[in-house]
């Protein structure tokens, strides 16, 4: 210490310390290759997206007509649309929807403003380890409750399955926009002599339903894509069933499932055209929440 | 009065009875006509004169505090130690202390807001006009209908509209009719002193507003719903100087109307505002308690307690 004070001139000395020595270079190299590999794998993240996006496109808009949308199935499969696999999902999602959404929302209500924090922590985890169930399993379980004992495969164990799928992740995402809402606006309503269950709904819940929407509308759209459920569940359904939830239903899944597989390009065709429709729903659909909320954030 | 008793059905129609039709303007009966148009309370309506659903009770005390002996705690921990103090009816009650002293902790304990987080309890009396509002037949959300609170940072419902905002607190307790809604909200604003600045855009939210104005909004929200106490926790420490100032001034004219208790850092702000000032600190436990209660002049002046001198002169907290 000293001799730096005595030697404040001891220029060189110091200042040779700053001189790029060799292993400073195989710092600076490593840095760069580690740079470089999360930077791959960053691309490499988004590729799959972009070339699903691509693909689709690429083989869907040829077969996106008016036919496809409005005309049912022909027999063979040579001509005709996916109008009834479009009614069908737009006949099991909703129900899904409403099967589903309040018992993901009150669960979240329950999680947020009722329980105890062990009670939370244990739903929290049924929660997420139901969202990790693989789907087929959900497809199972619903048809074992809802078709086996009916001798009938039916549309509403398609929506009961595909509400199996989104009860968790309405219910996770109705959670963390609970959780977003401020405390003291719970204590100004409480405070005000409303009571808990009113302080819930009209003060906790109306002030993260923004949220809380994006999260069922982001269920639904995933929802929307699932297959495995419906096979043992809905089945699948040539015909246009619009109404009778006792008995087979399409959807847009089963469509592209079943198409893909006929040997007929016809039919492969109007698969990629009912991909490329349940992918523009889909990118709508999170482009639409997801962008709102990344808005928010970067406000 | 009866805390506990169950109000008339909201169809009853002496629950409107006709002194809504009374001049708003009269000075000292301004306030009965929006009692009368506020649905049923367990409260009744101060001025008997003015009709109503009261039983010849005695209202000249209304929101009289008596406290004997409070305790609180959080967990294991005493907040309170053997609180005695006596709330004046229709007078402003400062509570100043230093910071951890407790001061908040009191407040809540008036309107059962501190049983709400886990673990608080409380042990001892706190009588309004002379029912003890821990008693077992006292509802803890009735109770703070009539003791209403306004808080330290402005909140309010921020999906809320300024109309909505005022009208929430009887929106989510009962089912108002329209025409006493649109009363009571008007008389809620002038007496909060913001009408004349908002009436034109009540359909806006309320979060558009300036931070004093959302407080007077906060105040206004809180009498809408009739009540005989107002307790306010450090309600202008978060606004600017003017801001603050409009509130000293509100609190100056809702004395006439209500009894106020106001937690406060600022002990000018006490000296300003209140009749009387309570001084709190605590012990080497950490434990709140109350030094000494007398007029605010007297407590600024010519403390009884050597301590509460020490404080209000700035030799420590």
């Known amino acids: 210490m000293s001799a730096v004070m005595e030697q ?139 078709v086996l004992p009916f001798h009938q495969f039916n549309a509403v164990a398609g929506s009961v399955a595909l509400a199996i799928i989104i009860i968790p992740v309405v219910m996770r995402t109705t959670e963390e926009s609970l959780r977003l809402v401020p405390g003291n606006l719970r204590e100004a309503s409480l405070a005000l002599g409303v009571p808990v269950w009113r302080t819930a709904l009209s003060v906790v819940l109306r002030t993260g339903l923004s949220g809380v929407l994006g999260g069922v509308m982001l269920a639904l759209a995933r929802a929307a894509g699932e297959t495995a459920p419906l096979i043992f569940t809905a089945l699948g359904n040539q015909l246009v069933n619009v109404g009778n939830l006792g008995k087979p239903m399409d959807a847009l899944p089963l469509f592209i499932f079943v198409n893909a597989r006929q040997p007929y390009p016809a039919q492969n065709s109007q698969a990629w055209g009912a991909a490329l429709l349940l992918l523009l729903f889909v990118l709508v659909v999170n482009v639409l929440v997801r962008g709102r909320s990344l808005g928010r954030r970067a406000r | 009065m009866a805390v506990d008793t169950a109000p008339p059905a909201p169809s009853d129609p002496s629950a409107v009875p006709p002194a809504a039709s009374q001049s708003p303007e009269q000075g000292g009966t301004a306030l009965a006509p929006v009692r009368m148009a506020l649905p049923p309370r367990p409260v009744t309506p101060r001025s008997t004169a003015a009709g109503g659903t009261g039983a010849g009770r005695d209202t000249s005390s209304q929101g009289h505090l008596e406290i004997t002996r409070l305790n609180a705690w959080y967990g294991s921990f005493r907040a309170l130690k053997d609180i005695d103090l006596t709330i004046r009816p229709h007078a402003v009650t400062a509570l100043i202390g230093p910071s951890g002293c407790g001061k908040s902790t009191f407040l809540r304990t008036l309107n059962r807001m501190h049983e709400l987080i886990p673990g608080a309890t409380v042990k001892g009396s706190i009588e309004l ?149 309570a001084f709190f600190t605590m012990d080497d436990d950490r434990a709140g308690y109350l030094v000494e209660v007398d007029d605010t002049s007297r407590i600024f002046t010519n403390p009884r307690e050597r301590l509460t001198e020490d404080y209000v002169s700035g030799r420590f907290g």
Not at chain 1, 94 to 103: D, E, F, K, Q, R
Not at chain 2, 129 to 151: A, C, N, Q, T
Not at chain 2, 162 to 188: F, M, Q
């Open chain 1, 8 to 146: 404040p001139s001891a220029g060189p000395g110091v200042a040779s310390l700053l001189l790029r020595s060799s292993t400073d270079r195989r710092r600076t190299w490593f840095d760069r290759l580690y740079r470089s590999v999360a930077f791959l794998a960053a691309v490499l993240c988004v590729i799959p997206l972009l070339a699903i996006v691509g693909f689709v496109t690429v083989n869907g808009a040829g077969a996106l007509n008016l036919d496809l949308l409005t005309k049912p199935t022909r027999a063979l499969g040579i001509g005709g649309g996916a109008a009834a696999a479009i009614l069908g999902s737009l006949q099991m999602v909703p129900l899904a929807a409403v099967i589903g959404t309040p018992i993901g929302v009150f669960a979240a209500l329950y999680t947020v403003e009722f329980s105890g924090r062990r009670a939370a922590g244990v739903i929290r985890f049924a929660a997420d380890v139901l969202v990790g169930v693989p789907s087929i399993l959900v497809g199972i379980f619903a048809f074992t409750v809802f």
């Open chain 2, 129 to 277: 006009d002379g029912i003890d509002i821990y008693g077992s037949d006292v509802d803890p959300v009735r109770l703070r209908r009539v003791i209403g609170m306004v808080f330290q940072r402005p909140n309010p419902f921020p999906t809320m509209s300024i109309y909505d905002n005022v009208a929430a607190g009887l929106r989510l307790t009962g089912r108002p009719s329209r025409p006493d809604l649109d009363l009571t909200v008007e008389r809620s604003l002038r007496r909060a002193a913001l009408w004349d600045e908002v009436k034109d855009k009540l359909r806006q939210n309320g979060t558009s507003l300036s931070g004093g104005q959302q407080q007077r909004l906060c105040i206004a929200r809180a009498l809408a719903i009739g009540p005989e106490v107002l307790l306010m926790d450090e309600p202008a420490s978060a606004l600017d100087p003017s801001a603050t100032l409009r509130i000293e001034e509100l609190i100056a004219e809702l004395k006439e109307s209500y009894t106020i208790v106001i937690v406060t850092h600022n002990m000018q702000q006490a000296a300003r505002v209140s009749d009387r000032t």
